[in-house]
């Protein structure tokens, strides 16, 4: 069959004869009229479909359906998946189908087995979702709070996915060890992994990762509270290019372990290491001798963080040109001697001083003479108010209980 530069089959064309009234049919090249069509929402698309056979042809033609189906409506059923993928073929390359609570394992095979050149997929809060199979091309694989998946669903996944490059499972609860073990195996090109909250993760699984994904540049373990210093370790020791660390609550991370990732991870720009309650001052040491690139860092609720630390990191190659947030909320120990140390830090866009008891707003009043821009996000508890003149009646500030 016969077909043309933009795509149409000539017995797609066909649908259009001299019997059809409509003006701009007549009027407009097909090719032409398909070249419009390129430009409508999913949503338009999809009405322009029901009001002719002719239309039909054009808004149905899979190439319209390459781009991201990100605003498609929420409540899609299963079968609407379906006869996408069937109409789209080979054309789709990025689907969203995030929060479509009806579509479930049946619809997605049979995308699977239609759609072999899909490279984006996004089934976030898709939670029906428990197996389905892999697709060649798939780089980027969006699966997070689909709490039914398991180690079996992942295997079906990850078995033909050999370039995948992201994989988000934030949320999926029921993943264990064995899971990380096969991303591990049939996912060498993996740049980004996000296991939120991803409870029963532990030592065995992530360092499976490590050995496995040596280009990975961005993790996100937070929340997985049974991992110790040892993935700190493996990741020094086989990610080189990590750029993006997120352990927020990770309680059991340690100086020592921090010490091996910032020694061999040079390349680092983000890490979250709120309530990673065991650092210290040595792990900002650390990092500001061997992190010349850090640009974002979260140590809320970090209470062992002192103001040497911060001395350290303000004269540190990371100091001058790349730092630009810091967030040092619940730190007890910071004073504004702290907010001294910052002063050099010129690309500083925000500090975070929330609950941080002895900073005071004259700390912060000088550190803005050198920082004009900064953003200053603290909290000071309001003062108690006078007595008003001729009144008999107390007055109380807000933070005030009445007993």
């Known amino acids: 069959m016969r077909r043309d530069v933009n795509g149409v089959t000539k017995s797609r064309f066909e649908m259009f004869s001299n019997s059809d009234e409509a003006v701009i049919n007549k009027k407009l090249p097909k090719e032409l009229l398909l070249r419009i069509f390129s430009f409508l929402d999913v949503v338009t698309l999809c009405r322009c479909a029901q009001v002719s056979r002719a239309w039909n042809v054009l808004a149905l033609d899979g190439s319209n359906w390459q781009r991201d189906l990100f605003d498609f409506q929420r409540d899609i059923e299963g079968r609407v998946v379906e006869n ?9 390359r990025k689907l969203s189908l995030r929060g479509c609570l009806g579509v479930g394992d049946n619809a997605l095979r049979t995308f699977a087995q239609n759609c072999r050149n899909i490279e984006v997929l996004n089934l976030n809060g898709c939670t029906k979702t428990t197996d389905a199979e892999g697709c060649p091309l798939l780089e980027q694989l969006n699966i997070s709070w689909c709490d039914q998946v398991t180690k079996d669903g992942i295997q079906a996944l990850v078995r033909g996915c050999g370039g995948l490059k992201a994989l988000f499972l934030k949320g999926c609860t029921q ?34 990762i490590c050995r496995g994904c040596h280009k990975l540049q961005s993790l996100c373990a937070s929340g997985c509270s049974n991992i110790t210093d040892a993935i700190l370790n493996a990741l020094g020791q086989n990610c080189p290019r990590l750029r993006i660390l997120e352990v927020a609550r990770c309680s ?9 990732l910032a020694r061999n991870c040079h390349e680092l720009e983000k890490m979250d290491l709120e309530e990673c309650v065991q650092i210290t001052d040595s792990t900002l040491i650390q ?8 640009q974002v860092l979260s140590l809320s609720h970090c209470e062992l963080i002192t103001d040497d630390g911060i001395r350290h990191l303000g004269n540190g190659a990371c100091a001058h040109d790349q730092l ?8 007890p120990l910071i004073t504004d001697a702290s907010l001294e140390h910052l002063k050099s830090c010129h ?11 002895q900073i005071t707003r004259a700390g912060i009043k000088r550190l803005r003479t050198h ?3 900064i953003k200053v996000h603290a909290y000071f508890a309001p003062v108690t108010p006078p007595p008003s003149v001729g ?10 209980i009445i007993l």
């Open 252 to 260: 059991q991370l340690t100086d020592v372990g921090f010490t091996t």
């Open 287 to 294: 990092l500001s001798i061997h992190c010349p690139r850090l």
């Open 391 to 400: 009144g008999s009646r107390q007055r109380f500030c807000r933070c005030c």
């Open 347 to 357: 690309s500083l866009e925000r500090i975070e001083l929330y609950d941080c008891q």
């Open 175 to 208: 993943l264990e060890d064995e899971a990380l073990k096969y991303i591990g195996a049939h996912c060498p090109e993996l740049v980004t992994l996000n296991l939120q909250t991803c409870l029963q993760i532990t030592d065995e699984g992530l360092i499976t």
């Open 324 to 331: 630009e947030v810091i967030e040092l909320d619940n730190c």
């Open 84 to 92: 996408i993928s069937k109409r789209c073929g080979g054309f789709l």
């Open 371 to 373: 920082l004009p821009n």
